[in-house]
């Protein structure tokens, strides 16, 4: 067998990264993000069984508890300073995105959650400064790693600037709109 040389393949310009990024096909199932913090192109396999059960007891509790009526997305495509990210979990006013395209702005977004999978710093670092560069004004991180769940608010500057962190069984307070006490004791 002769050993063929690679051959390197041009990256595309800055600029022409979001064009790349949305002529990208994915395998059914999967889904892609741009982490522009990072310059990557990110493909994500399906989320595993745990992951899932995580997913559904914090909808659960949102649609059920929250002193408003709310709408909660799953992989909703949004845009932020950052790149195009595909939150696990977006929650919203009633309707908000009825008529939105696959990406939408996310002004107006009350909060949105991740629950960690095969790269968890991403959802520490990356998509937190994301998601308050894009004036979020509430990210719920649900870290399986460190078995704790983390609530984010007051973005400004990019990041940010207060948190509320509960190990798995711990109560977790969400301010208003939502007004209600997170049970986490069945994450453990």
């Known amino acids: 067998m002769v050993a063929m040389p690679a051959v390197e393949q041009p990256l595309p310009a800055e600029n022409d990264l979001l064009q790349t990024f949305l002529e990208l096909e994915t395998p059914p199932g999967y889904r892609a993000q741009l982490i522009d913090d990072d310059g990557e192109i990110v493909v994500t396999q399906p989320p595993d069984g745990s992951h899932e ?72 670092e990356a998509k937190r400064r994301g998601y308050a560069a894009a004036g979020i004004p509430c990210y719920l991180l649900v870290d399986r790693g460190h078995g704790t769940v983390t609530l984010f608010t007051d973005p400004s500057d990019g990041d940010y600037q207060a948190h509320s962190e509960v190990t798995f069984g711990k109560p977790l307070e969400l301010p208003a709109p939502f007004s209600f006490t997170l049970d986490t004791a069945p994450l453990r």
Do not use: Y
């Open 53 to 124: 059960a995580a997913f559904s007891l914090i909808i659960k509790q949102f649609v059920r508890r929250s002193a408003i009526d709310l709408d909660v997305s799953g992989n909703k495509g949004l845009v932020v300073p950052d790149g195009r990210f595909i939150p696990d979990g977006t929650i919203s006013p009633v309707g908000h995105f009825e008529d939105a395209e696959p990406w939408a702005r996310p002004d107006g977004v009350l909060l949105v959650f991740e629950i960690t999978s095969t790269n968890p710093v991403r959802d520490r």
